[in-house]
T-cell receptor, first 115, second 111 residues
Framework: DAGVIQSPRHEVTEMGQEVTLRCKPI?????LFWYRQTMMRGLELLIY????????DSGMPEDRFSAKMPNASFSTLKIQPSEPRDSAVYFC?????????????FGEGSWLTVV | EDQVTQSPEALRLQEGESSSLNCSYT??????LFWYRQDPGKGPEFLFT???AGEEKEKERLKATLTKKESFLHITAPKPEDSATYLC????????????FGKGTLLTVNP
């Protein structure tokens, strides 16, 4: 069974440019999460979806960040305009419905550098 | 607000030298405590879930235990391939499906 798939794995962009990160969750998983990891703050939840609907976006740092999930197999996290302080590793994760377990499975991450 | 504190931040062991990592937590109604392993350049890899005080789980050289205030990850006779960052996370009754992570313990096992 394929895991959570993220793209791109690495991106270097200039300040002010738009960045789009993509995620394909594990098939059959009802929940999708976007996390950000930095040395200073560790892993932080940005937003999560249940059945393609955004449930909690309280972790999204600013209006420059937006996330969508148009269908059960695809989600995007967009940063527009990007700033150097957005440099981090962005992880997508997914899990099944609560009734079948609480384990969250992570992708390999998208390493973003904004210069 | 849920809080997770891991100690030590970094731990260096010799191969075969057993030790423990600590995860202390403050949550409103624990629904699960999770241990993950993260290798450099990789995403967190799930190891264990513990649900109630007194519960223990084992996998190869790792054993996770849980009390009402903390969890320990015991590493018995570690090998260099056990070198990684170990992350602890909690899921509480007041946070829906939001995992709160500690900052991790970087374990280095020297041959």
């Amino acid at each position: 069974d394929a895991g959570v798939i993220q793209s791109p794995r690495h991106e270097v962009t200039e300040m002010g440019q738009e960045v789009t990160l993509r995620c394909k969750p594990i098939s059959g998983h009802d929940y999708l999460f976007w996390y950000r990891q930095t040395m200073m703050r560790g892993l932080e939840l940005l937003i999560y979806f249940n059945n393609n609907v955004p449930i909690d976006d309280s972790g999204m740092p600013e209006d420059r960040f937006s996330a969508k999930m148009p269908n059960a197999s695809f989600s995007t996290l967009k940063i527009q305009p990007s700033e150097p302080r957005d440099s981090a590793v962005y992880f997508c994760a997914s899990r099944r419905d609560r009734a079948t377990g609480n384990t969250i499975y992570f992708g390999e991450g998208s390493w973003l550098t904004v210069v | 607000e849920d809080q997770v504190t891991q100690s030590p931040e970094a731990l260096r062991l010799q191969e075969g030298e057993s030790s423990s990592l600590n995860c202390s937590y403050t949550v409103s109604g624990l629904r699960g405590l999770f241990w993950y392993r993260q290798d450099p350049g990789k995403g967190p890899e799930f190891l264990f879930t513990l649900y109630s005080a007194g519960e223990e789980k084992e996998k190869e050289r790792l054993k996770a235990t849980l009390t009402k205030k903390e969890s320990f990850l015991h590493i018995t006779a570690p090998k260099p391939e056990d070198s990684a960052t170990y992350l602890c996370a909690v899921l509480s009754g007041g946070s829906n499906y939001k995992l709160t992570f500690g900052k991790g313990t970087l374990l280095t096992v020297n041959p």
